[in-house]
Nanobody, 125 residues
């Protein structure tokens, strides 16, 4: 069992930056692929970014490519999402997620086994 706890959300002006962290419990974190999703009010949860177990494979949603960076530190059981050049449309609750295998489409939330409680990111114009 893995527990995920996000932190780092907040209120920022457009063009600003935030760094989200996701701390994981459990000794098997280093074997999991990790991802970030977000959900805005009235919208479905959407994929943001994912990183495989060793950081060698990284994918981003087109909407954040070039602005967001996902990374992980297996020694600290933590995955990060550095968000730069933030836009009002980035406003959402951001969720950290983990999955035991890399099978299936990484963009689908159903393919993730563990979820954090979410952290609010609000970007003002």
């Amino acid at each position: 069992q893995v527990q995920l706890v996000e932190s780092g959300g907040g209120l920022v002006q457009a063009g600003g930056s935030l760094r989200l962290s996701c701390a994981a419990s459990g000794r098997t974190f280093s074997s999991y692929a990790m991802g970030w999703f977000r959900q805005a009010p009235g919208k479905e949860r959407e994929f943001v970014a994912t990183v495989n177990w060793n950081g060698a494979m990284i994918y981003y949603a087109d909407s954040v490519k070039g602005r967001f960076t996902i990374s992980r530190d297996n020694a600290k059981n933590t995955v990060y999402l550095q968000m730069n050049s933030l836009k009002p449309e980035d406003t959402a609750v951001y969720f950290c997620a983990g999955r035991r295998t890399s099978a299936g489409d990484y963009r689908l939330s159903a393919n993730y086994d563990y979820w954090g409680q979410g952290t609010q990111v609000t970007v003002s114009s």
